[in-house]
């Protein structure tokens, strides 16, 4: 016992006389300094780093809001010491053809912080009175502008996040090329039409990493990534991204998915291609969806809109021989008035009465300014291999005599759309008993490939079983 | 003995600890405030409101002068300028002239804190406040335009609303004010139907929500829109509404003058245009 107290005595001593160290000392700091004193050497050195990038920065952040007009904003700014930043930006035409001033201050927040402490364009994404048509009453965009400083942001570029809602912001610093293209020639906005063209030919941009197959969806401001996981369902990401002034794709956040790691889509002169590990993976046109085509009640799409006007242009044409023939008997015979014109077909899957899917055929066709429609009911069966074909054809009831300007107007107009599409059995339709022969085709439901340069969306077709080579396309919908 | 070690041991441990030094030289980073390098904007407002009227502008985004809870953006600095003139000619000059200097330097808010955009609350919309006399905070400052003499007056608005809250603040109305409506005040005033504040005696829906509101709400409508206005406004609203508009107006009128010396209206007894006139006039000419 007595021992014990002698050591505890001893070390109490040791102790009281080890924090005699009456004089002040920096060493006394774990760092070599007091909090507020390296927060402050913090702050002159994020300052200093800003101010003294000769050609500015970059500064692209990411909206929470993911919508049409969300995703990854771009700025370019030029710090000055005395607190002041002028800026451009990639909102419009007019934001990233004229400069504007206002002031910018580092303060010292739970993180050392960058704020833009007057009103500029990078305000605009986070304006809750909606600059920027789209986003939220009250919210705009959801982004930020008071932006978290931490970390090494020596480079030529580093990450930071926003204060509020913690959206990913990377800072590039501007070469002086860069800088004279956003000074002098509307840059930030003249590079998301460059890459936007090298984009237009793909038109399913692909990439296979060995087995694994993503395919890209690149917009101005958000890209977004499909796949197929574990369990064989579709996975797709999306990410904001933006145009570099090399033709790069960045993601303002990697897509991680297992050991698949990528931040940048690389232009590299004549392609596209992601780069993971040192490997480097091209992306092509893999022509149609890569996932299979889901089309029903209840599935991903169930209306096939076939419209000759927006597949077949003088660029090239996704609707083709033989089906193509087809569709021009079919405007053909609807013409037989001067005014009258075919406008689209649609295929639409629905459900009866019975809760039973059936097939409805919409023919959409316009005399003079007024528009019509005529409908018609399939009875829709589908065989052991998946293949669906149609049979007992019916007008719908109502649009004879009225919608379809006459009971004759449907087989006058499609007779042989009809028959291209029953399977079986023959029916009579009209005031004049029009007998429509059966064509026996069954129909696989697949993507069909957009040959059309310009237009959007996925395309589906119907194609004859057996003879591929005939199919119906169209845009798909739900 | 042992005992007289233990104490001896303990006393140099303790006393050890209470020798540390504070550095004099350290930096309290933020203390004071912050700071930045004046503009030619910053030297203006120093001129035209510290110097005179003890005033200070804040205008650059300052996230905790506002609700943390909203999304906000600061202030164009070109507004800056526009707003406060406006103010400076349609607030702070009429006032003056009706009660001299000394009034506004003694009870003109000692903080204007300015802010871009308005605070949206899911349905209705905060376009300023006020705290302790002391601060008054501008909302959708960006959305000035002095082209647009409807946005001056909603803006201004704001501005003779929180001034109000001050002055009954400071001395209150008659409890008299209380009865007129009284079974008409409403916290859920928002969703009232827009229909029922008029003839109820009210200027606005918002009026509705007390009677510090209702006060200082009148006050500012009459000042912003002009007494024709209020006629006219008395007219429209029904028998009933208008009586009570008519007495809220007598209050005013007896409060302004009994205890700050102000002649709200004009009067014919040589003292020329009241208070509303020269506001009139003021967004007038502006």
């Known amino acids: 016992m007595k021992k014990t107290v002698y050591y505890l005595i001893a070390v109490m001593l040791l102790l009281g006389t080890a924090s005699c160290d009456k004089e002040y000392d920096k ?11 390296r927060l402050s050497a913090a702050l002159a050195e994020y300052q200093s780093v800003l101010c003294e990038a000769p050609n500015g920065w970059f500064i692209a952040i990411g909206t929470l809001d993911r919508g049409a007009a969300g995703g990854a904003y771009r700025f370019w700014a030029q710090f000055t010491p005395n607190n002041r930043v002028v800026m451009y930006g990639d909102i419009n035409a007019t934001t990233a053809a004229t400069e504007k001033e206002s002031s910018y201050r580092l303060k010292a927040m739970q ?6 402490d007057s009103y500029n364009y990078i305000h605009w994404p986070a304006d809750p009175a909606l600059v920027i048509p789209g986003g939220s009453y009250g919210a705009g965009l959801t982004s930020d502008y008071d932006i978290h400083l931490s970390g090494d942001i020596r480079g030529d570029e580093f990450k930071a996040s926003g204060r509020v809602h913690e959206c990913p912001v990377i800072f590039t610093k501007a070469t002086a090329e860069e800088r004279q ?32 197959r993503i ?42 998915y297992k050991d698949i790691w990528f931040d940048r889509i690389r232009w590299n002169g004549t392609g596209y291609e992601l780069n993971i590990g040192n490997t480097a993976y091209p992306v092509y046109d893999f022509g149609v969806p890569f996932y299979p085509l889901e089309f029903g009640v209840g599935k991903m799409y169930r209306i096939l809109t076939i419209d000759r006007a927006a597949l077949n242009t003088a660029n090239g044409n996704s609707m083709l021989d033989p089906f193509l023939s087809v569709y021009t008997a079919a405007e053909a015979g609807l013409h037989t008035s001067a005014t009258r014109d075919l406008d689209r077909l649609l295929i639409i ?94 129909f696989k439901i697949d993507w069909a490939p957009n040959l059309t340069p310009g237009l959007t ?21 739900n | 003995m042992k005992k007289i070690l233990y104490i001896m041991v303990l006393t140099v441990t303790l006393l050890a600890c209470a020798k540390e030094e504070l550095n004099p030289d350290a930096i309290l980073l933020g203390m004071g405030g912050d700071t930045w390098e ?47 003139t406006a103010i400076k000619k349609i607030w702070i000059e009429p006032y003056i002239e009706k009660a001299g200097e000394t009034f506004i330097k003694r009870f003109a808010p000692k903080r204007y804190v300015l802010v871009g955009s308005f605070q949206y609350n899911g349905g209705t919309i905060t376009r300023g406040f006020a705290e302790g006399g002391n ?5 959708g400052v960006n959305t000035l335009d002095l082209n647009d003499k409807s946005i001056v007056r909603r803006v201004l608005r704001t501005v003779e609303h929180e001034f109000g809250h001050t002055l009954h603040q400071t001395v209150l109305y008659p409890t008299e004010w209380q009865t007129i409506c009284r079974e008409s005040y409403t916290g859920s005033w928002s969703s009232a139907p827009s229909s029922e504040f008029g003839p109820a005696g009210f200027v606005s829906e918002y009026a509705r929500a007390n009677p510090d509101e209702d006060f200082v709400e009148t006050i500012a409508y009459i000042l912003m829109y002009g007494r024709e206005w209020f006629e006219d406004y008395m007219v429209s609203v029904g028998t009933d509404g208008a009586a009570k508009l008519r007495a809220k107006e007598n209050i005013i009128v007896a409060y302004f003058k009994t205890i700050w010396g102000i002649d709200f209206y004009e009067t014919y007894d040589g003292a020329g245009d009241g208070l509303v006139e020269l506001t009139q006039a003021a967004i007038d000419r502006l």
């Open chain 1, 215 to 256: 395919q890209l969806s690149i917009g101005k401001r958000l890209s977004s990534f499909s796949y197929i996981d574990d369990n064989g369902a579709v996975q797709t990401v999306t990410i904001p991204s933006f145009p570099e002034f090399n033709n790069d794709i960045r993601l303002t956040e990697p897509f991680e």
């Open chain 1, 181 to 212: 293209a956003v000074v002098n020639a509307s840059g930030l906005v003249a590079i998301q039409a460059t890459v936007e063209a090298l984009w237009e030919p793909l038109k399913y941009p692909t990439v296979d990493i060995n087995d694994f």
């Open chain 1, 457 to 477: 969306g996925n395309l589906g077709g119907f194609y004859v079983v057996g003879n591929p080579a005939s199919y119906i396309p169209g845009t798909l919908s």
């Open chain 1, 27 to 37: 060493d006394q700091y774990l760092f070599g300094a007091g909090p507020d004193e």
């Open chain 2, 135 to 139: 601060k008054i905070a501008i909302l």
């Open chain 2, 38 to 84: 004046r503009t030619e904007l910053d030297d203006w407002l120093h001129h035209e409101f510290v110097v005179p009227y003890n005033m200070e502008v804040k205008y650059k985004w300052d996230p905790y002068e506002f609700d943390l809870g909203h999304n906000f953006v600061p202030v164009d600095e070109p507004q800056v300028k526009i707003l406060m």
């Open chain 1, 349 to 442: 899957f629905e459900l009866n009465d019975q809760s039973v899917e059936q097939m409805r055929l919409r023919v959409m066709y316009h005399s003079g300014s007024t528009n019509y429609l005529g409908e018609g009911i399939f009875k829709l069966n589908r065989d052991d291999d998946g293949n669906v074909y149609f049979t007992d054809f019916v007008i719908a009831s109502g649009t004879v005599g009225s919608n379809m300007n006459g009971a004759n107007t449907g087989p006058k107009m499609a007779p042989n759309v009809l028959s291209y599409l029953l399977y079986s059995g023959t029916s009579t339709v009209g005031a004049s008993a029009t007998v429509i022969p059966p064509s026996g085709n069954k």
């Open chain 1, 111 to 116: 993180l050392p912080t960058l704020m833009f």
